[in-house]
């Protein structure tokens, strides 16, 4: 695995340990895309730290139990507005 990639790919991880930002919004900061940082989480990571695999993956259960909560209070903000 190259070097480059391996680096990438700890950034990543631990700008989303840190701030627990989501994969839509480290797009934005790192450049690539939504699959590429996916990938990189799921599949590379835990061949480069799987300490570092395991903290990520508790963020990303920690954005799943709050999806159905965040989804409901978007949806409340757009009807306040049309209303």
Do not use: C, P
Request: proline share 0%.
């Amino acid at each position: 695995m190259k070097e480059l990639i391996k680096k990438r790919v700890i950034e990543e991880a631990n700008i989303i340990v840190n701030t627990h930002m989501t994969i839509r919004e480290l797009t934005k900061i790192m450049g690539v895309s939504k699959s590429t940082i996916h990938h990189d989480m799921k599949v590379t990571l835990k061949l480069v730290d799987s300490d570092l695999y395991n903290k990520v993956q508790a963020v990303f259960n920690e954005h799943i139990r709050l999806r159905h909560y965040l989804g409901g209070l978007s949806t409340k903000k757009k009807y306040k507005k049309i209303i």
